[in-house]
């Protein structure tokens, strides 16, 4: 038995837990890729043509943003961009505004799963966690619905700023420190997505502490 536990918890480390991990991130969502545009994405993506063209991604630093883009409240312009990148791209193919919303569960994914090793956690343990979390049925909404991408962004924003404030050394002088200037970008990426990356900032604080 005490060789069975031995060889699952060998298992859990190196680059076959990250693969696993990644798997259940992606495997079971790619076939919906396709589907029509639904919820949401129907409306904002789809009848609203502000997004429609690329030459109003200066817009949404004026107050045009607020008339042409019929979300409120909220001011999310990094999100918005990203929905006009799209459509450049991929015109009204769902599969193309649906794929990075996977690749930033992808990521949020793989991040916490690093993020509970850093944090001393078991290998095993941490696997199991990221493949329940990659697999839960909350995550739906997001990856379905390319409109709802600003969540999963949002949260890849704090866990990276997380992340890089635990490499920022105390004491270390904050214009010197290139942990700190990482997890500064990630706030403002974050909060160009949606406000809830602010969550970082308290986080951030908590590490000092």
């Known amino acids: 038995m005490r060789i069975l536990t031995d060889r699952i918890r060998a298992m859990t480390v190196g680059r076959l837990p990250l693969l696993v991990v990644a798997l259940a991130a992606t495997l079971p969502f790619v076939p919906f890729l396709g589907n029509p545009f639904a919820f949401d994405d129907a409306y904002f993506l789809v009848r609203v043509p502000f997004t ?52 930033a569960h992808l990521g949020v994914v793989m991040l916490l799963y690093r993020f509970l090793l850093n944090l001393g956690t078991r290998g095993d343990v941490a696997l199991a966690a990221g493949v329940v979390f990659a697999l839960h049925p909350i995550h739906s909404e997001n990856l379905f619905c390319a409109y709802f991408r600003r969540d999963s962004v949002a949260a890849l924003c704090v866990l990276a700023g997380v992340m890089a404030c635990r490499r920022w050394g105390i004491g270390t002088p904050f214009l010197t420190s290139p942990a700190a200037w990482a997890s500064l970008l990630s706030l403002m990426v974050g909060l160009g997505f949606k406000e809830g990356a602010g969550l970082l900032l308290p986080l951030v604080w908590v590490h000092a502490r």
């Open 52 to 103: 429609h063209d690329f030459g109003n991604a200066a817009r949404v630093l004026s107050q045009d943003y607020f008339r042409l883009w019929p979300e409120s409240p909220g001011w999310r312009p990094l999100a918005v961009i990203s929905h006009m990148m799209d459509y450049a791209l991929w015109g009204m193919w769902p599969a193309g505004h649906r794929l990075p919303n996977l690749l």
